[in-house]
């Protein structure tokens, strides 16, 4: 897997553990905050078991929220209804995570994803 935090801090995005508490849904994994900019990794969210499982879970859930962050500068069009967006955002991460930080031409875009100057159909 990419070294997704150093991908965060390149952005000027810090990363954080944190216990969401009550915040959000139940099974909230991680934020974005655009006001810090920051991603908080749910500690309720991480799974019980060895330390790579734990990475593996935080690695993914930074990568997610990448995807927001790069919406919200501008590198990725807003997706208004919700279910869309989340499901762009992990499939930008799955992405993140399969090509194991080998982008050629730059990081990836998922398919569901435009480029600048493409609209959703």
């Given at each position: 897997m990419?070294?997704?935090?150093?991908?965060?801090?390149?952005?000027?995005?810090?990363v954080e553990l944190a216990d969401l508490g009550d915040w959000g849904p139940a099974d909230l994994v991680a934020e974005y905050d655009a006001d810090g900019p920051v991603i908080r990794v749910n500690?309720?969210?991480?799974?019980?078991?060895s330390s790579?499982?734990?990475?593996?879970?935080?690695?993914?859930?930074?990568?997610?929220?990448i995807y927001h962050h790069r919406e919200a500068?501008?590198?990725?069009?807003?997706?208004?209804?919700?279910?869309?967006r989340e499901a762009a955002a992990?499939?930008?991460?799955?992405?993140?995570?399969?090509s194991g930080g080998a982008?050629?031409?730059?990081?990836?875009r998922p398919a569901a994803v435009p480029r600048h100057g493409s609209s959703l159909t």
């Open positions: 990419p070294d997704v935090r150093a991908l965060a801090a390149a952005y000027g995005v810090r500690l309720r969210a991480l799974p019980h078991g790579c499982d734990v990475r593996d879970a935080i690695d993914r859930a930074v990568a997610h929220e500068i501008g590198e990725f069009p807003h997706i208004t209804e919700r279910g869309a992990d499939a930008f991460a799955e992405e993140l995570v399969r982008f050629a031409g730059g990081l990836p």
